[in-house]
């Protein structure tokens, strides 16, 4: 167990709708990471927060957007749903900013995404 | 850009050996960040090693080392006495600044009992 946690595991959802996924990061950790992982595009980077502000930007649509709250936790969200948007998403969390060395990014579970 | 290239789609091993994973980064950074992560069938995604652009040893972590040629721009993963349990997607990924990481698109490796 990484200590990173997401909700929901699994999302069934039709096209054109709106769904959030949430992150609660290790206990202590500072930087969240949004990632999707699809069968044809692989694992993808999509943002970074670091303490409420975000902080790297990555192949992420202009249809998702996320956010860090000041708890710490952050949700991914996604609207106007497409059939290719169907992936598991994941969030990762670290200490610091992520440029450190020794920074790693520990992985939550992940969120399955299905859109019909 | 950065790249990570693993040309291993799929590997087979003997139960107690070893087995070496190849992974292949391309930077113009002189600083970087290599990682190994272990996806099990169940799917989450699971830290193994690290390795520093300006370390000087290879990394290691129980089972798992890292071999580290920078003149070469590789970082393959060795496993030693591979378990049934080493069933699973490895990927290799860097990350040169904040966040951006770019991972390979993973080998999947069969222990074989």
């Known amino acids: 167990d990484s200590g990173v946690t997401q909700t929901p595991k699994h999302l069934i959802t039709a096209t054109g709708q709106r769904v959030t996924l949430r992150c609660s990061p290790r206990s202590g950790d500072l930087s969240v990471y949004w990632y999707q992982q699809s069968l044809d595009q692989g694992l993808q980077f999509l943002i970074q927060?670091?303490?409420?502000?975000?902080?790297a930007k990555g192949n992420i649509l202009e249809r998702f957007s996320a956010q860090q709250f000041p708890d710490l936790h952050s949700e991914l969200n996604l609207s106007s749903l497409e059939l290719g948007d169907s992936a598991l998403y994941f969030c990762?969390?670290?200490?610091?900013?992520?440029?450190?060395?020794?920074?790693?990014?520990?992985f939550g579970p992940g969120t399955r995404l299905t859109v019909l | 850009a950065q790249k990570i290239t693993q040309t291993q789609p799929g590997m087979f091993v003997q139960e107690k050996e070893a087995v070496t994973l190849d992974c292949t980064y391309d930077t113009s950074d002189p600083s970087y960040g290599l990682f190994w992560y272990k996806q099990p069938s169940s799917g989450e995604m699971i830290f193994l090693i690290y390795?520093?652009?300006?370390?000087?040893q290879n990394a290691t972590e129980g089972r798992y080392s890292l071999n580290f040629q920078k003149a070469r721009k590789s970082a393959n993963l060795v496993i030693s006495a591979s378990q049934l349990g080493d069933s699973a997607m490895y990927f290799c990924?860097?990350?040169?600044?904040?966040?951006?990481?770019?991972f390979g698109d993973g080998t999947t490796l069969t222990v074989k009992p």
């Open positions: 927060y670091y303490n409420g502000e975000e902080r």
């Open positions: 990924a860097m990350r040169v600044n904040a966040g951006k990481s770019t």
């Open positions: 390795q520093g652009s300006y370390d000087q």
């Open positions: 990762a969390s670290s200490l610091k900013t992520g440029t450190s060395g020794t920074d790693t990014q520990y």
